[in-house]
């Protein structure tokens, strides 16, 4: 009988400064992939920029991006960690009709008003720990592909369009996953917007904000083409 041979990863860069980040992620965003990768790529950046800019992340790393299905979306390696996984899910809007029906016995909806009678933060709240929950059970393939891997974190994407208080929806969303019977994540993290929940199941949980100083290979290409007189950008 043939084995089946291993594939290769996605991407895989050892970065040692500030400088060889940026240049990591300008080639993570540049590298051939399809549209899955890239949204976990986006997310992987956006993720990473936060930790470096309040200090949660120290260099040198190794970071590889896996194919769909041969473990986490993403493995770092860290020398105070080791090797631990990252694994990167949505939790959409797309999503808040199902929840909703769900809540009324999936009683069919007419009426766009009854989406209404909940606050956001709650809405968010309870698809964060159905993609948790759900995600429970796929951790044990993310340890059989990558034994070697130490822990895992998970970092969920709210793709919401309304503005939400930030201490009220990580109080809920702290409140939803720690309803849940079993959780094996090192770190749950939720990404919305510019805000970073960090660490939401564990003691260590922070709001923390994006840098707004955009890196000059995240520019459009149209503004690097000339540098204004003046030698800032508008």
């Not at 990863?9 to 549209?35: E, G, K, S, W």
């Not at 993720?47 to 790393?61: E, R, V």
């Not at 951790?139 to 974190?153: H, R």
């Amino acid at each position: 009988m043939r084995l089946k041979r291993a594939r290769s990863p996605l991407f895989y860069r050892t970065v040692y400064d500030q400088q060889a980040l940026d240049d990591c992620f300008h080639d993570l965003i540049h590298t051939r992939m399809n549209d899955q990768d890239k949204i976990e790529v986006g997310c992987l950046i956006q993720y990473f920029m936060i930790l470096k800019t309040h200090g949660l992340i120290d260099l040198p790393i190794d970071i590889t991006k896996h194919r769909q299905g041969e473990g986490p979306d993403f493995t770092i390696c860290s020398g105070d960690v080791g090797l631990f996984g990252v694994e990167m899910t949505k939790v959409t809007t797309q999503d808040y009709q199902v929840w909703l029906k769900r809540r009324m016995n999936y009683r069919p909806i007419r009426d766009m008003n009854e989406f209404m009678h909940h606050r956001p933060e709650e809405r968010v709240a309870s698809l964060a720990g159905l993609r948790v929950l759900r995600k429970n059970y796929k951790i044990e393939n993310y340890y059989a592909s990558v034994p070697e891997m130490s822990a895992c974190d998970l970092v969920l994407e709210e793709d919401g369009d309304t503005a939400m208080n930030e201490d009220a929806l990580m109080a809920k969303v702290q409140a939803e996953i720690g309803r849940l019977r079993n959780q094996r994540y090192r770190y749950i993290s939720m990404l919305s917007g510019s805000v970073l929940y960090y660490a939401i199941n564990t003691p260590e949980a922070q709001v923390l904000y994006a840098p707004e100083i955009r890196p000059l290979w995240l520019k459009p290409a149209r503004q690097m083409l000339a540098t204004p007189p003046t030698g800032s950008w508008h």
